[in-house]
């Protein structure tokens, strides 16, 4: 059985493989294996759901976490698990760049909710804005409650809100773009999501330095910024909107090194070692 997340599924996944003797593999690294206290992120909030996902760990056939941080997170909270890094992966086909030249748009992607207000660092993005008043900035995601409402409120003109959009839409926004922010507080990888998808298109990334993950993904082609802090973040967000295009090549040739054929070989690798 493969299966995401050491949730409460999980749990009985695990029960029921043992029970029939068969094995399982549960990828991890998000939410599920971390509580942050400040921010009210995480699933491990009582000894119960510590006591859940510890025998998740170690009783699955293998622990597939998709960054070096959640592997990290993982043996924060037993060290008896057969555990293997296979990273996320991005399609650099379907995300890429086809514009000869940027426009002055800077984007960050997400569902908006209460919770990605502060996670996700969306109030420093709106508190750029304020800062960079001759730049277009743009939210794009589903609006799930309704913070949104706060953001438009404390939101300056240059700030647009698209909602949901297509995967088509989602694309030329990146194409268009120069300047991509994942401004968050945590985050257990980086390839596999957004943030992976505008670099393939060339966008130039500006991520908070506190969630240790995007860095895995970043490397040394973007700016990083102090969690929560607007004016360094509008600084490095100027300094991304002048970098050459150079910068932006790098960044796609960086999401180029995890290739979604890359993750598929290492797990039917992994599943054909593991039966």
Known sequence: VYSWFARWSAFFIVLFCMFLRKKCII?????????????????????????????????????????????????????????????????TEKFRSIRPKKEKIVLTVCHIKR???????????????????NVKFVLIGSHADDSVYYLKDI??????????????????WYQKAKVY?????????????????????ECVPVVSEKAAALKETVGSYGFYVPYGDAKATAKA???????????????????KEFPLEKREHALIELIKTSR
């Open 237 to 255: 967000i100027k300094l991304a909107l002048q970098a050459s295009p150079e910068l932006s090549v790098k960044a796609r040739k960086r999401i």
């Open 181 to 201: 922010c994942q401004l968050s507080y945590e985050e257990g990888e980086g390839a596999g999501g957004a943030l992976g998808e505008a670099m393939a298109c």
């Open 155 to 172: 939101a300056p003109p240059n700030v647009e809100f698209t909602g949901y959009v297509s995967d088509e839409e989602l694309v030329k």
């Open 27 to 91: 990828v991890v690294g998000g939410y599920d294996v971390i509580y942050i206290p400040e921010i009210n992120y995480g699933a491990l909030k009582s000894p119960l759901a510590h006591i859940r996902v510890k025998f998740v760990l170690e009783h699955a056939a293998k622990i597939l976490p998709f960054s070096k941080y959640a592997k990290d997170r993982v043996l924060n909270i037993t060290k008896k698990t057969k555990i293997c890094v296979i990273t996320l992966g991005c399609d």
């Open 115 to 133: 919770s990605n207000v502060t996670r996700k660092g969306l109030k420093t993005f709106i508190e750029s804005a304020m800062l960079l008043p």
